[in-house]
């Protein structure tokens, strides 16, 4: 049925659904039921109608190479796209040289996922990627999985940027710029994973550059923020080691250590070698909770998380 509705997909053998190169258009769901691997190859534009999503129950290959990448994005950017969602694919995913525009988070019936790219259960490698003007609540989340991130940019997000939920995984390079202009947003956000970070700048950030969160574990080196909410957070049972970094102007604090989920219990942060800046050039951590900056503890305070989330770390749209 798939291939009988879109001409330009190709039935290979054991089950691999090949997209033609070209400019093709898309309306409504394009779905890849389970069993199946969709390929997509240089020179390949899919232009997806407001509302459109491409949901696939198997792996999904999309490999461009430099000047002739692999595109998703919205025939109109004004009204944008549902998103991608792989699902329980069973094998790994591939994005190489792919650039996605416009999603608004994926709808389809009465299930929705807030992400713009959701990978559930399905383990992601990708590299030299360019996810840009995302709506909805995060461009990127990844559930459940493992991922290498390596050279993905985010840039233009009206909330959250990454979003990784119980993975194990590594970012390394990219950058993430103009996070959160709704009024709020994460460049990273973990809960319940185990992740590295590495050689990553964040720009123009409107909440926390790293949110570590819910009995999370992570190491980030080689990190370089400037004009963001909060630089490095760490709360609730987690832990994060940041070596060789520089924080500028952070509005908020540069580094915060806090509980905000009183069954995870305090964050710890150690940081070795992190050059802290300009606005917000401090660390803060609650009582209870614990920084530490080249072996030396840092004073902690009283800190008013409820108050902190109802002010300065307001979220876009909440109340």
């Known amino acids: 049925a798939l291939v009988a509705k879109h001409p330009f997909v190709v039935r290979g053998e054991a089950g691999l659904l090949r997209i033609q190169p070209g400019t093709h258009d898309l309306a409504g769901a394009f779905i890849v039921p389970p069993g199946h691997r969709l390929v997509a190859g240089p020179g390949t534009t899919l232009r997806f109608a407001p509302g459109a999503v491409l949901?696939?129950?198997g792996p999904v290959a999309f490999e461009g190479v430099e000047g002739q990448e692999v595109v998703l994005q919205a025939r109109s950017p004004s009204e944008g796209w549902g998103g991608?969602?792989?699902?329980?694919?069973?094998?790994?995913?591939i994005l190489a040289h792919v650039r996605v525009r416009h999603t608004t988070g994926v709808e389809l019936g009465d299930w929705r996922l807030t992400g713009g790219v959701n990978f559930l259960r399905s383990d992601l490698t990708a590299r030299h990627v360019r996810i840009e003007g995302s709506r909805g609540?995060?461009?990127?989340n990844v559930v459940?999985?493992?991922f290498e991130l390596e050279d993905v940019w985010f840039q233009d997000t009206r909330s959250d940027a990454f979003d990784a939920d119980f993975c194990k995984g590594s970012v390394r390079g990219g950058r993430f710029l103009d996070i959160g202009l709704a009024g709020g947003g994460d460049a990273i956000d973990v809960s319940g994973s185990d992740i590295d970070v590495d050689g990553v700048r964040?720009?123009?950030v409107g909440d926390k550059g790293l949110s570590v969160g819910e009995a999370s574990q992570m190491r980030a080196r080689g990190v370089v923020m400037h004009d963001v909410g909060a630089g490095a957070v760490v709360k609730d049972g987690s832990r994060l080691e940041l070596a060789?970094?520089?924080?500028?102007?952070?509005?908020?604090?540069?580094l915060m250590a806090y509980v905000k989920k009183p069954e995870y219990g305090p964050?710890?942060?150690e940081a070795r070698d992190v050059t802290l800046s300009g606005l917000g050039a401090q660390a803060r951590a609650q009582t209870g909770s614990s920084i530490t900056i080249d072996a030396v503890a840092?004073?902690?305070?009283?800190?008013?998380?409820?108050?902190?989330y109802a002010s300065s770390m307001k979220k876009a749209g909440s109340p």
Do not use: K, Q, T, Y
Request: proline letters at 2%.
């Open 244 to 254: 060789m970094s520089e924080i500028n102007d952070a509005r908020v604090a540069a």
């Open 55 to 57: 949901v696939s129950h």
């Open 202 to 204: 964040f720009e123009r």
């Open 144 to 146: 459940g999985a493992r």
């Open 267 to 269: 964050g710890v942060l």
């Open 298 to 308: 840092v004073e902690s305070e009283p800190l008013d998380v409820e108050e902190l």
């Open 84 to 93: 991608l969602a792989v699902l329980d694919a069973g094998e790994a995913s």
């Open 137 to 140: 609540e995060d461009a990127l």
